[in-house]
């Protein structure tokens, strides 16, 4: 549906949420004029529109629905790309050249939108009742107005409200919480009030957006970080040295932890305590000694020497007793090491016997692709990525997770600018058929450079100093107010909610029929490397799925 409104020369074009549209390519896109939600979930829609005159600055945009109070709309902002992609990419991804790329979802204030001639440009259009509206059939109308209020054209969405709601989330989901990322771009003292409200504000967002586990840095996260070099310190716990005795103050940790249970946090994943890539080394901890503080381990630190083993002996007794005093004991998730190779494998049996003498009974999950770490059982919870799954499913691996980064790049789903949003949501589908209990990205908000070398303004720098393909390291940006969110958030969260669509169906018709009607009429099963390429039958596969619950539910 392509307008032409009072002969003003405005083009206007409903879109679901998955088109991403480009300011300098013809928008080819099938439109997108209605749709349906249960009661309780997030429902988003585009508003696509070219205009052929003047610049005109100073456009108001307005909604007429009766649900407009729970209604959000949204510039779709570009940001630039040097690298969007390796050189060996697959041929799912919209492009593979540097430019503009939608991305941030930019709040609308009182001047409104500029009318670029000849582009391309869309809003985003949020709805979110939460469960306050009744089930029905509602329109959305979004106007076009000039700064004298002048009418310039106008687009109606009609939206089913289904009464049945989407279960809890079940899935534990975390997205690696960056909290000197948040100190240095908002250049504020780390653990300031101004850094607590910057905290605060992110934690909410990532809650909002089905991310219910919280990277916790008890010391700082020994990640991406360059051999011999030092992120800026984000250390929750207080260490007083003296001689060969250590004591511990949980102050800051204690404000953390009541901090994310009043925004929604469920869960508490601490900080690995031994390095990135082989578990060599201690992650830096600082400590007052004398009077001073300093560092008292680092890239320095043997891993598995005795004076790191005894910290540990001293220090981790003293953590699970303040985690039960607490209460948090079944929330709590321990890390020993990220992504190990199999070169590595003695480095991480060593520091694995070490933390496994003080943290029995207590899940401790480290991301992997090699089947080997579990067949030896050194990590009892492991998070293998996607590609490199399908040994752990072969073998029936109990509570299994999953991960993606920058490597998952060929046949897998992933959320990289250049990839259609279709293969961002289409997780959640995946996470469903196989009963997939966690899943874990690393960049919620990185915002430096690979290694953390440098600090990056993301709105510029999108792809960590040419080192990850752009999307990779971050799905927020840093407002002046706080989060800016970004379309790609908003489409994982869309796969979180099918889901849990998924799961509410299943209580009604069962697994068997769920996968049935899933599966149905494909050439091949879904699994991780192999599924419907395309918006379409994402979309109307939802449709279904909201269909039957519809019926079920009036049963």
């Not at 041929?91 to 939608?102: A, F, K, M």
């Not at 770490?373 to 050194?378: A, N, P």
């Not at 709105?459 to 800016?484: L, M, N």
Request: hydrophobic letters at 40%; aromatic letters at 12%; charged letters at 25%.
């Amino acid at each position: 549906m392509i307008r032409m409104e009072k002969g003003k020369g405005l083009q206007i074009k409903l879109l679901s949420s998955l088109t991403k549209v480009f300011a300098d390519e013809e928008l080819m896109a099938e439109p997108w004029c209605r749709g349906s939600m249960l009661s309780n979930e997030v429902y988003s829609f585009q508003v696509a529109y070219r205009w052929s005159g003047p610049m005109m600055k100073q456009v108001q945009v307005k909604v007429v629905s009766e649900l407009a109070p729970w209604i959000s709309v949204r510039s779709v902002g570009l940001v630039p790309s040097e690298m969007p992609c390796y050189a060996d990419h697959d041929d799912y991804i919209l492009r593979s050249t540097p430019g503009l790329y939608p991305d941030p979802l930019m709040p609308l204030d009182e001047e409104g939108i500029v009318l670029l001639p000849d582009q391309w440009r869309s809003l985003w259009v949020a709805v979110d009742p939460r469960g306050a509206a009744g089930p029905g059939n509602y329109t959305v109308q979004v106007i076009f107005l000039d700064s004298s209020g002048e009418e310039l054209g106008d687009a109606v969405f009609h939206l089913e409200l289904i009464g049945a709601e989407l279960p809890k989330q079940s899935l534990i989901h975390t997205e690696w919480f960056h909290t000197d990322c948040l100190a240095t771009l908002y250049d504020v003292e780390i653990f300031s009030e101004e850094h607590w409200k910057r905290i605060e504000q992110f934690i909410r967002t990532a809650v909002k957006h089905g991310i219910n586990m919280i990277l916790t840095p008890i010391f700082t996260p020994p990640l991406d970080t360059e051999v011999g070099k030092e992120r800026p310190t984000v250390q929750l716990v207080d260490v007083e040295k003296s001689g060969d005795s250590y004591k511990f103050g949980f102050d800051r940790l204690h404000r953390w932890i009541d901090l994310c249970l009043a925004c929604g946090v469920e869960y508490f994943e601490f900080s690995h305590l031994f390095t990135q890539w082989g578990s060599k080394h201690a992650p830096k901890i600082m400590a007052k000694e004398n009077g001073e503080l300093k560092r008292i381990f680092g890239w320095d630190t043997d891993a598995a020497g005795e004076e790191y083993s005894s910290f540990l002996g001293q220090f981790l007794p003293c953590l699970v007793d303040f985690i039960q005093k607490k209460g948090i004991e079944k929330r709590s998730y321990f890390h020993v090491s990220d992504e190990p190779s199999t070169e590595q494998l003695e480095s991480y049996r060593s520091a694995s016997d070490i933390i496994n003498r003080y943290l029995k009974g207590f899940p401790i999950i480290d991301a992997l692709s090699d089947y080997k770490y579990y067949e030896l059982g050194l990590v009892k919870r492991p998070i293998p990525a996607t590609n490199h799954i399908e040994p752990f499913l072969d073998n029936n691996v109990p509570d299994l997770w999953a991960y993606y980064c920058c490597g998952q790049y060929c046949e897998v789903s992933n959320r990289f600018f250049n990839m259609p949003s279709a293969r961002n949501r289409i997780i959640g589908m995946q996470l469903y058929k196989y009963d997939i209990k966690g899943f874990l990205q690393w960049g919620y908000n990185f915002w430096y450079s690979q290694y953390s070398r440098y600090p990056i303004d993301p709105f510029r720098v999108t792809d960590a100093g040419y080192a990850f393909p752009s999307g990779d390291a971050f799905v927020v940006y840093p407002g002046k107010e706080g989060p800016i969110e970004s379309l790609r958030l908003e489409v994982f969260y869309e796969a979180l909610q099918d889901k849990r669509a998924l799961q509410l169906l299943e209580r009604l018709i069962g697994k068997e029929a769920v996968l049935h009607m899933l599966e149905d009429g494909l050439d091949e099963p879904i699994t991780f490397s192999k599924y419907p390429k395309g918006h379409d039958w994402l979309l109307s596969k939802r449709e279904q799925i909201n269909r039957v619950i519809a019926e079920n539910v009036r049963m």
